[in-house]
C-alpha cells in the first residue's frame, strides 16, 4: 500500500478538549495506528531543557529533533502509551503544565516544525492512522480521509484539566489553569507557521457539553460515513 492509500482520521483542535482520549479510542476501535504528535513537542522540549538548549534556538532545535531517541509502546489491552525518550520512560514527566507550555514555546519555532515533519508521516502505516495535534489536518497530513476539529468553551476545558489534575493529586488552581490555557492558545493560534486552526474541509465538533462516549459515537458517524461514500 503506497503511503497515500493508507486512510488517516486527524483530530486537531487545543487541549482539553478529550482530543487525546477520542483519538486513542478510535484508533482502537479501527485498529489504526496512533499518532500523538503533541508528545512530540513536549518531548524535544523536556530534551532542550535537560540538554541547556535555548527554546528559541531554531537550529540547535532542528539538530536535537533530528536526533531524538523516541519510542511509544501501547500498554497491551488499554488505550494508553508509554512514552520513552532515551529508553528512560517519560510518559509522566512530558504531561506537566510546564512542559505543556514548553512544548508550545518550541512549537512555535519553524525549524522544529520542519524537522518533525518526516517523523509525523512515518507513522502513516496501513491499515491506517489516526493523528492527533493542531496542524495533522492543515499541513501534515492535508489528504486525510477525514478531519475533524474538536472545540470546547476555555472554562469547560480548564475544569476537565482540573479534575485531571486534582484526580491525580497534582495541586492546581482553576484561575490558574485557564491563564495557562488562554496564553498556550493565543500562542498556539497566533504563530507564524501552522497556526491551530480548523482545516477548511474539516468537521467541528463543540465539545462543551457533550461526554467521551458521545464525541465518539459522533467520531464513529463521520467515519462509517466517509466509508459509505
Ligand atoms: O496536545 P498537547 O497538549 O500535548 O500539545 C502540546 C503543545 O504542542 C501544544 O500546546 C502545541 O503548542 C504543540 N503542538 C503543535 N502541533 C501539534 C501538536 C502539538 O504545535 N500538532
Redesign the pocket.
Known amino acids: 500500500m503506497s503511503d497515500a492509500a493508507v486512510p488517516v482520521i486527524a483530530i486537531d483542535g487545543p487541549?482539553g478538549t478529550g482530543?487525546?482520549t477520542i483519538s486513542r479510542r478510535v484508533a482502537l476501535w479501527l485498529n489504526f495506528h496512533f499518532l500523538?504528535?503533541?508528545?512530540l513537542?513536549?518531548l524535544l522540549g523536556l530534551a532542550a531543557r535537560r540538554g541547556g538548549v535555548d527554546l528559541g534556538d531554531g537550529q540547535a532545535l532542528a539538530v536535537l529533533a533530528r536526533s531524538l531517541d523516541i519510542r511509544f509502546e501501547p500498554v497491551p489491552g488499554q488505550d494508553e502509551t508509554s512514552i520513552f525518550l532515551n529508553n528512560e520512560e517519560v510518559t509522566d514527566a512530558i504531561r506537566t503544565e510546564n512542559c505543556?507550555s514548553d512544548?508550545?514555546l518550541v512549537?512555535a519555532v519553524p525549524e522544529v516544525r520542519a524537522a518533525l515533519l518526516d517523523r509525523q508521516r512515518a507513522f502513516r502505516v496501513a491499515p491506517g492512522l489516526v493523528a492527533?495535534?493542531?496542524?495533522?489536518g492543515t499541513v501534515?497530513f492535508p489528504d486525510a480521509a477525514l478531519k475533524v476539529y474538536l472545540t470546547a468553551s476555555r472554562e469547560e476545558r480548564a475544569n476537565r484539566r482540573y479534575k485531571q489534575l486534582i484526580g491525580k493529586g497534582i495541586g492546581v488552581t482553576l484561575d490558574r489553569l485557564l491563564k495557562e490555557l488562554e496564553a498556550?492558545d493565543a500562542?498556539?493560534s497566533g504563530r507564524a507557521v501552522?497556526p491551530?486552526k480548523p482545516a477548511a474541509d474539516a468537521v467541528i465538533v463543540d465539545t462543551t457539553t457533550l461526554n467521551v462516549e458521545q464525541v465518539f459515537s459522533k467520531v464513529q458517524a463521520l467515519w462509517n460515513a466517509h466509508c459509505e461514500r
Request: a positive charge; proline letters at 0%; aromatic letters at 4%.
Open positions: 487541549s482530543k487525546g500523538d504528535s503533541g508528545a513537542y513536549r505543556g512544548a508550545s512549537a492527533d495535534g493542531r496542524d495533522m501534515v498556550r500562542r498556539d501552522a491551530m
